[in-house]
């Protein structure tokens, strides 16, 4: 009698099993990075893997295969086309071109295979936008260091990859931005391809050449250098300049005191996106369609600000964590879930 209820038992349980297998769901999802010069980009992905890893606790299997190289635009196209040739459900890509995917993610839709962008905005019908608006991400650094020179002031900028989506439209932003105060002159900008050494090397070059510097508009991932050659010159005191979202440059802005506000960009990004994602592969709908953005097909996330206000909660967000640590956010699945239906 024991043996046959044992048995029984076990049944049961095996087809509680193939009950759960037939009901849980499964999604690959293709990742694509089109530039590794930074931890940043390092996180984004580490960040998107753990996001897919959460989603097993929901009883959805979400496989990740991730492209992550230092490519041109033609190769990261053939990263799109390596997906859609793996047959992946998604594809999730920080694109290096606002423009040059339309034909290939053309193909993606065309093969069943939904396309999401993040970080930077593209032109595609067939593609959405998750992510912050760049533009104003970088108007809101060129309004907090505006206010902070009283409205006037010789300012530089110091800015990321000449011709990046996303390195246009925050130009763009702080440009909008200072345009409203005529009294803060614009004296230079120049390029260092969101590179420390760069960002420092170039302050070090305008201080020479622009002695009566009160602001600097500077992106994360060369604000860090930036400052120090600023320090360097010992005007750590006369000048400021927006900041760095690293735990490293959030412990010398603490420590150091300096007149800084950093608007963030979370690397949390491709994880809110991928969390958008399953949900809309599991056949959910917006409550809002997703229509912002000059290409009308974007859903824009939070910009979270850092300054003097809240930089000690900012620190200890990351506290403990490497220096390299970016501070980050992202939508969790649940987070995700009340933007549908």
């Known amino acids: 009698m024991r043996k046959f209820a044992a048995l029984a038992l076990t049944s049961v349980a095996a087809l509680a099993v193939s009950a759960f297998s037939v009901q849980a769901e499964s999604f690959k999802i293709g990742l694509s990075n089109g530039w590794v010069g930074s931890e940043w980009r390092t996180q984004m992905i580490e960040e998107a893997q753990a996001a897919a890893a959460a989603w097993k606790d929901k009883g959805v299997d979400v496989e990740v295969v991730v492209q992550s190289a230092n490519v041109d635009v033609p190769g990261q196209i053939a990263h799109v086309r390596n997906f859609i040739n793996e047959g992946v459900n998604a594809i999730i890509i920080n694109p290096n071109s606002p423009t040059a995917f339309d034909p290939v993610f053309a193909q993606a839709k065309e093969a069943g295979i939904l396309v999401i962008s993040t970080d930077a905005e593209v032109s595609s019908p067939d593609a959405l936008y998750v992510g912050i608006d760049q533009k104003a991400w970088g108007a809101a650094g060129a309004k907090w260091l505006a206010e902070t020179l009283g409205g006037k002031g010789n300012v530089v900028a110091i800015n990321g990859v000449a011709g990046h989506p996303a390195n246009e439209m925050r130009v763009a932003g702080y440009k909008e931005v200072f345009g409203q105060y005529p009294d803060i002159k614009i004296v230079n900008e120049v390029n260092a391809n969101w590179d420390q050494a760069q960002g420092q090397q170039a302050m070090q070059n305008l201080l020479a050449t622009n002695p009566d510097i009160t602001g600097v508009w500077v992106q994360d991932g060369m604000a860090a250098g930036a400052w120090k050659s600023i320090i360097d010159a010992g005007k750590q005191s006369s000048i400021a ?57 974007a859903m824009y996330l ?26 980050t956010s992202s939508l969790s699945i649940e987070d995700a879930e009340k933007l549908f239906k």
């Open 241 to 297: 300049a927006t900041g760095e979202i690293r735990k490293d440059f959030i412990d010398l802005w603490t420590k150091d005191k300096l007149n800084s506000g950093a608007s963030v960009n979370p690397p949390g990004v491709m994880a809110s996106a991928l969390n958008v994602a399953v949900l809309m592969l599991q056949g959910k709908e917006l409550k809002e369609p997703a229509t912002a953005g000059q290409y009308k097909n």
């Open 302 to 327: 939070p910009i979270p600000f850092i300054d003097g206000k809240n930089l000690a909660d900012a620190a200890k967000a990351v506290d403990g964590k490497p220096g390299y640590y970016s501070y």
